[in-house]
């Protein structure tokens, strides 16, 4: 199980670098492009139709997909200033409230923009730009995203109820 679900971590952190990695390249693109349109004067003027959604598209993508792997991996922006001096039990107890803060807070968040994705599905919403795109399939990246960080926030709180000690600040100073 430990490494299903490492891969899946992993996976999503890999998407997440490729859609970032599709946003460079479109934009680059679209900017080849302008300078091209710029020193070719109107008859050499071409835009890539829609570029700014699909990497609208693709930054919700990536935020989304970079969550669970980032909290597994300790990269998530923590402030520890007060948590780091507790002693160990009180850090702990801590830790537990907010893996379960955050357990909660995600499943929460998970269950409205699936709901989100079903009524694009149903009512069939389609983006605004030049290329029209059923919006359901952008937001597969934001519901698979957020349920892949409800699972991290759930596995990483039975890891440190299993361990009996904390285990997201020692994951960061690795």
Do not use: K
């Amino acid at each position: 199980m430990r490494r299903m679900l490492d891969t899946a971590y992993a996976a999503a952190g890999g998407i997440a670098a490729l859609s970032i990695l599709g946003i460079c390249l479109l934009v680059s693109a679209q900017v080849m492009l302008n300078i091209l349109a710029r020193l070719g004067g109107p008859n050499l003027s071409f835009t890539i139709p829609s570029y700014a959604d699909f990497s609208g598209f693709f930054l919700a993508t990536a935020s989304f997909m970079a969550m669970a792997y980032t909290l597994r991996a300790g990269s998530h922006i923590r402030v520890n200033l007060l948590v780091q001096n507790l002693p160990e039990r009180p850090r702990w107890i801590f830790e537990i409230f907010a893996l379960s803060l955050g357990a909660l807070t995600a499943g929460y968040a998970t269950y409205f923009t699936a709901s989100l994705l079903g009524e694009s599905y149903h009512y069939g919403d389609m983006s605004t730009g030049i290329v029209a795109v059923p919006l359901w399939i952008p937001q597969l990246g934001m519901v698979g995203g957020l349920g892949l960080l409800t699972i991290a926030f759930l596995d990483t709180l039975i890891e440190a109820i299993s361990v009996r000690a904390p285990v997201l600040l020692d994951a960061g100073s690795e």
